[in-house]
């Protein structure tokens, strides 16, 4: 489970991220929602835990962002606020859960796990006769790994991830491209070449992908 942490607080984001990282999580940590911007762009994480007290812009905005460009990656916020307004502003722009300073870590640790268990997050899924592992994005059968070019990975990651549902080209378009201009044609033929693997996956005219359980 790779995690994004966002906490301005250096000693106390230092201890967070080694905590969860004994717990065998990745971790990526930063200081500020701009460099919180660029990892995202540059990775997929399964779970963000934000501060909402932030140097430029507080984490309720920088999620608020982050959602508008069709980021549904599930969220934690943790804040020293107890005002009510913050806890339904928090929620309204997509926050699964909500943690109050100063937090007890075991806790935290206990909400993580039932996001991970909420959205099926593991380092790796049977998929019928396949296993797909997302730390390393590559598909395996019978111990073997298959040949599949980088987008085809992530693009087999999000439709595992998000499997039984229609996953939109939008979504599909910021995963797979970000901010670069994307490529319909090539989806085509990323679709028709995991179609060899996983003939369940159906196209959704005019709208998306979906992977059939």
Avoid: C
């Amino acid at each position: 489970m790779k995690i994004l942490l966002l906490e301005d607080d250096r000693l106390f984001n230092e201890t967070i991220r080694d905590f969860l990282e004994d717990e065998g999580f990745d971790v990526d940590s930063v200081l500020d929602p701009l460099s919180a911007y660029d990892l995202v762009y540059e990775s997929r994480y399964d779970l963000y835990i934000f501060d909402i007290n932030l140097p430029f812009e507080d984490g309720i905005s920088a999620l608020k962002s982050l959602r508008s460009a069709d980021d549904n990656t599930p969220a934690i916020f943790i804040t020293s606020r107890d005002d009510k307004e913050s806890l339904l502003k928090g929620f309204k722009v997509g926050a699964d859960d909500y943690l109050k300073k100063p937090i007890d870590l075991d806790e935290l640790l206990a909400r993580v796990k039932v996001i991970r268990r909420r959205y099926n997050i593991d380092s790796t899924l049977k998929v019928g006769d396949y296993i797909f592992n997302f730390s390393e994005n590559k598909l395996y059968l019978n111990g073997n790994s298959l040949k599949l070019s980088l987008k085809e990975s992530e693009l087999l990651s999000i439709l595992i991830k998000n499997r039984g549902r229609v996953v939109e080209y939008s979504e599909i378009y910021n995963h797979l491209w970000g901010s670069q201009e994307p490529n319909y044609g090539a989806l085509r033929v990323y679709i028709s070449s995991l179609k060899r693997y996983f003939p369940n996956i159906k196209s959704i005219r005019s709208v998306g992908y979906k992977f059939n359980e």
